[in-house]
């Protein structure tokens, strides 16, 4: 049976999906971008939007009831593949070692026109 999880302290959905869902004791997550959940606002700069979607992220998992340790995978897409670094450095201050398996892709556009996005799969 499937559960729909769903949080306050994590932007809501903008289109026809669930912010994440639990099945089987795994969590899956919708993609998550730095939009303040509080102000609807989306900080400036891509280390600062990094610091506010992996804080979504994080919310939204913690919300199931499971914990950021118990993430197994992510998914990060990113605006310009020159933020890598940057990215990667804020990305070490959410996850610890051993670090989830990651994908981080490149691509031309995310909602909101924000600079990355990311999402992840978690196990409770």
């Known amino acids: 049976m499937q559960k ?15 912010q994440a869902i639990e099945i089987n004791g795994m969590v899956y997550t919708s993609g998550a971008i730095p939009v303040n959940p509080s102000t609807g606002e989306i900080p400036e700069g891509v280390e600062a939007q990094a610091n506010q979607a992996f804080s979504n992220l994080c919310a939204l998992v913690e919300e199931s009831g499971s914990k950021v340790e118990n993430i197994v ?3 990060v897409f990113i ?4 933020d890598f670094g940057k990215i990667n450095e804020i990305y070490k201050k959410y996850f610890k070692e051993p670090f989830p398996a990651r994908s981080c892709v490149e ?6 026109d ?11």
């Open 4 to 18: 729909v999880i769903s949080t306050d302290k994590a932007p809501s959905a903008i289109g026809p999906y669930s």
């Open 73 to 75: 995978k992510t998914t």
């Open 79 to 82: 605006k310009e593949m020159n």
């Open 107 to 112: 691509v031309a556009r995310l909602p909101k």
């Open 114 to 124: 924000v600079l990355l996005e990311v999402e992840a799969i978690a196990w409770k």
